[in-house]
């Protein structure tokens, strides 16, 4: 893209739009992910929103964010991984992002310093769900090899990894996400699971 972020600019004006804009106060409302999903600019009545690891930000009004627009792929929904990788891939748009390299991560973390200056921050991705953290629990002992493209396969401390289902409440989504070797995105591999 044109406009996509670049470590050449000075620091202080990095990503600071030519045109001030006026925030308001942030908010830390939960937000649901069915409330989100509703919110992709299809829906009158609804703000369009995108959010970056689980912060929603309210983008109602710029078109490029409109139905039938490249970047309206990111709406209502929690979109960081592909915002890290620089996709416009319907697949991408899920919030994992935390087996991303360095790189796509400063990217992301750059999006996110663009999205802060232009718009405002309306809630939070609801606790449990898409982009937030849950706390760790105890698992039981694996009793065979982990089918890591159906089950969670967090590591655990007996080096082993963990054999409940890809929802398993032990571990959190940051977790489940980061787990190497899998031949999809954790998200993508869950919604096919769930499917069959
Ligand atoms: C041929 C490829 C692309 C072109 C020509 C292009 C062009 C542009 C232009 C002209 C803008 C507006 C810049 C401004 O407001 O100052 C923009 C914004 C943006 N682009 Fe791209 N882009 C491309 C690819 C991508 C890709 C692959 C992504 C995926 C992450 C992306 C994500 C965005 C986002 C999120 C914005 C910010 C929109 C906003 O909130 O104003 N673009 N792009």
Known sequence: ???????????????????????????DDPIE????AKCDGTNEGFPTLVAIKGTVFDVTGNASYAPGKNYNVF?????????????????????????????AK????????FFS???????????????????????????????IEKQC???LTNGSQCPHSSTCKSHSWGAKRAVQG????FDVLLQQHQEE
Do not use: I
């Not at 992910?33 to 989100?36: G, I, S, W």
């Not at 592909?82 to 919030?95: F, H, N, R, W």
């Open 1 to 27: 893209m044109a406009d996509q972020p670049s470590s050449s600019e000075p620091k202080k004006e990095r990503f600071t739009p030519k045109t001030p804009v006026t925030l308001a106060p942030p908010k």
């Open 33 to 36: 992910l069915d409330h989100l």
């Open 75 to 103: 709406c209502g929904k929690d979109a960081s991984r592909a915002l890290a990788l620089s996709s416009l891939k319907p697949e991408d748009c899920v919030p994992n992002w935390e087996d991303l390299d360095d790189t």
């Open 106 to 113: 400063k990217t992301l973390d750059d999006w996110f310093t």
């Open 117 to 147: 200056k232009r718009y405002n921050v309306v809630g939070r991705v609801a606790a449990g769900k898409e982009g937030q953290e849950e706390p760790e629990a105890e698992v039981p002992e694996s009793k065979g090899p982990v089918d």
């Open 153 to 155: 396969g967090v590591l």
């Open 182 to 185: 899998r031949s999809a995105p």
